[in-house]
């Protein structure tokens, strides 16, 4: 198996000196790996806390947070529902979606539904209310530091993601039972649908991408560092110069599998209304011809419908 060598930059770093870097691991990887993200650790470890309080609830309170028609936009997603596009098996895991919060009358409210709060987690709203936040500051660095490499203004991208569709994921992979479905696995093959995605959690391994040999390889990630990945939102405005990789979750083995694993993705999302359309700097990567434009919010429901969430 050939070696990959996924970024690991510091995002304290001035960006004009880690831009290049990134945009090189993205291109040929869709990954790599930040540290110094400045999402305080203390805030980190309450959510991590809180996320585990939640899901340690009885089955039938979290199903009570399920919204019916809600596409599993916000609330509790059971276990056993979503399923990797093309896949005959559902992942093998539960989920809490929180998105953003815009006022009452907003242009774009309509396509974000309020945020629902579970009562029994003491702190929870506030918790992810905080962490949400910190992690959109953390993704609009990044985001420049893309802008940078591909030659674009460095705020090129604020103007894309603000008031954007985005959602924090709390994921929980139960422990795997002699009930599982034959072939099923935590998280089946899949690529991302959104803009970047943003994970806290991936210490513990389990976590593969696949490489354009057709390889799968571990990510290996420090404690406490974020993992950065393409969706196909940016895969699809860059032309393809930017990598929207096929990943997955693996099952453990061993011990490992008795065990429960978390982690907390933040998707995301250009605002809905943002027409995708291949920027200039990128339109001659692709002999075949640019894909045709479609607003984000498009582009989203075509996806969502294809994994059993719409």
Same mark, same amino acid.
């Given at each position: 198996?050939?070696?990959?060598?996924?970024?690991?930059?510091?995002?304290?770093?001035?960006?004009?000196?880690?831009?290049?870097?990134?945009?090189?691991?993205?291109?040929?990887?869709?990954?790599?790996?930040?540290?110094?993200?400045?999402?305080?650790?203390?805030?980190?470890?309450?959510?991590?806390?809180?996320?585990?309080?939640?899901?340690?609830?009885?089955?039938?309170?979290?199903?009570?947070?399920?919204?019916?028609?809600?596409?599993?936009?916000?609330?509790?997603?059971?276990?056993?529902?979503?399923?990797?596009?093309?896949?005959?098996?559902?992942?093998?895991?539960?989920?809490?979606?929180?998105?953003?919060?815009?006022?009452?009358?907003?242009?774009?409210?309509?396509?974000?539904?309020?945020?629902?709060?579970?009562?029994?987690?003491?702190?929870?709203?506030?918790?992810?209310?905080?962490?949400?936040?910190?992690?959109?500051?953390?993704?609009?660095?990044?985001? $420049? *530091?893309?802008?940078?490499? /591909?030659?674009? %203004?460095?705020?090129?991208? &604020?103007?894309? @993601?603000?008031? +954007?569709?985005? !959602?924090?994921?709390?994921?929980?992979?139960?422990?795997?039972?002699?009930?599982?479905?034959?072939?099923?696995?935590?998280?089946?093959?899949?690529?991302?649908?959104?803009?970047?995605?943003?994970?806290?959690?991936?210490? $513990? *391994?389990?976590?593969?991408? /696949?490489?354009? %040999?057709?390889?799968?390889? &571990?990510?290996? @990630?420090?404690? +406490?560092?974020? !993992?950065?990945?393409?969706?196909?939102?940016?895969?699809?405005?860059?032309?393809?110069?930017?990598?929207?990789?096929?990943?997955?979750?693996?099952?453990?083995?061993?011990?490992?599998?008795?065990?429960?694993?978390?982690?907390?993705?933040?998707?995301?999302?250009?605002?809905?209304?943002?027409?995708?359309?291949?920027?200039?700097?990128?339109?001659?990567?692709?002999?075949?011809?640019?894909?045709?434009?479609?607003?984000?919010?498009?582009?989203?429901?075509?996806?969502?419908?294809?994994?059993?969430?719409?």
């Amino acid at each position: 198996m050939t070696t990959i060598n996924i970024a690991s930059v510091s995002l304290a770093q001035p960006l004009e000196e880690i831009a290049d870097e990134l945009g090189r691991s993205f291109g040929e990887y869709g990954f790599a790996v930040v540290r110094d993200h400045g999402i305080p650790q203390d805030l980190i470890a309450r959510a991590e806390a809180a996320s585990k309080a939640f899901f340690a609830l009885p089955d039938s309170v979290k199903r009570g947070y399920k919204i019916e028609g809600g596409g599993g936009a916000r609330g509790y997603t059971p276990f056993g529902t979503e399923k990797a596009k093309d896949a005959e098996i559902f992942d093998l895991k539960e989920f809490w979606h929180v998105g953003r919060d815009l006022p009452p009358g907003h242009a774009l409210a309509e396509y974000m539904a309020p945020n629902i709060w579970p009562q029994e987690v003491e702190g929870f709203k506030p918790t992810f209310t905080e962490l949400f936040a910190a992690f959109d500051t953390a993704g609009l660095r990044v985001l $420049e *530091a893309i802008a940078l490499h /591909l030659g674009l %203004a460095r705020t090129f991208f &604020a103007d894309t @993601v603000e008031h +954007g569709n985005s !959602v924090m994921r709390l994921l929980h992979y139960p422990p795997l039972g002699p009930d599982a479905p034959e072939g099923a696995i935590r998280a089946a093959a899949h690529g991302d649908i959104n803009t970047i995605t943003l994970l806290l959690g991936a210490e $513990e *391994a389990g976590l593969e991408l /696949l490489t354009k %040999a057709g390889e799968w390889h &571990a990510v290996d @990630v420090p404690e +406490g560092a974020l !993992v950065i990945n393409v969706g196909d939102m940016l895969e699809r405005l860059t032309n393809g110069v930017l990598r929207s990789t096929t990943h997955r979750v693996v099952n453990p083995r061993g011990a490992r599998a008795k065990r429960s694993r978390y982690s907390m993705p933040f998707f995301l999302h250009f605002r809905p209304d943002y027409l995708i359309e291949s920027l200039e700097c990128c339109a001659a990567q692709d002999a075949q011809g640019r894909p045709a434009p479609i607003t984000a919010h498009d582009f989203l429901m075509q996806r969502l419908r294809e994994i059993n969430l719409a």
